[in-house]
């Protein structure tokens, strides 16, 4: 069975600072990875997936994570915080097909100014 | 264009009704998924539509859950004989592609229900 953690349900950062939010995952088959935004009263939105290939992925926003198989993680990161950042993150995993996401619990980032 | 819709937005039921929830995808979207999202925590996925075939309903948590996709557009989720663990939000997605890399799941704004 796939699953997914991600340390820290808060995080808390200062505009203009790196962010960092981590996520480790458990799949017995290669996996998809993916890490999806949700601000308050919205849907989730898809900031970037890994798939194959390359394993630093970008996303939008400025946004990008790389995939470390021997780490079994993929790490969300930006260089600069700003405000707009502040929303709740989640990493997902699925299998090859990509039909069934399995989502962490969620980090809060919050962006201080 | 337009994204996943879903309908309505909030509902407040009394335990033992009936609800449902109602999804429409973006057009020409072949897949069609549901997740539950309980407050605090991550999404957590109930079934999925290819067209108007369910082929995965593993995650539905009792059989007073069942879903719909007749036309294979638009969806309906319903919940019979509410019960306080049902409140949670339902999300939609939907996708262009049916599996593979090229598979991005759109998702809706959900709908959020309350059980009292």
């Known amino acids: 069975a796939q699953s997914v953690t991600q340390l820290g349900s808060h995080v808390s950062v200062s505009e203009g600072a790196l962010v960092l939010l981590r996520c480790n995952y458990s799949?017995?088959?290669?996996?998809?990875l993916f890490w999806y935004v949700q601000y308050p009263n919205q849907g989730l939105q898809l900031l970037l997936k890994y798939t194959t290939g390359a394993t630093l992925v970008k996303g939008i926003n400025g946004f990008e994570a790389e995939f470390k198989k021997s780490e079994t993680s993929f790490h969300l990161t930006k260089p600069s915080a700003h405000m707009s950042d502040a929303a709740e993150y989640f990493c997902?995993?699925?299998?090859?097909?990509?039909?069934?996401?399995?989502f962490g619990a969620g980090t809060i980032l919050r962006v201080k100014s | 264009g337009a994204g996943v819709s879903q309908s309505p937005r909030y509902k407040v039921a009394k335990r033992g009704q009936d609800v449902a929830l109602r999804c429409d995808p973006i057009?020409?979207?072949?897949?069609l998924f549901w997740y539950q999202q309980a407050l605090g925590q991550g999404p957590e996925f109930l079934t999925y539509f290819q067209n108007e075939a369910q082929l995965d309903k593993s995650g539905l948590p009792s059989d007073r859950f069942f879903a719909e996709r007749p036309e294979g557009s638009v969806s309906t989720l319903k919940i019979q004989r509410t019960q306080q663990e049902d409140s949670a939000v339902y999300l939609c997605?939907?996708?262009?592609?049916?599996?593979?890399?090229?598979?991005?799941?759109?998702f809706g704004p959900g709908t959020r229900l309350l059980v009292l």
């Open positions: 057009s020409g979207h072949v897949s």
């Open positions: 799949s017995s088959v290669p996996p998809y």
């Open positions: 997902a995993v699925s299998d090859f097909d990509g039909n069934k996401l399995v």
């Open positions: 997605a939907s996708s262009l592609k049916t599996s593979g890399p090229r598979l991005t799941q759109y």
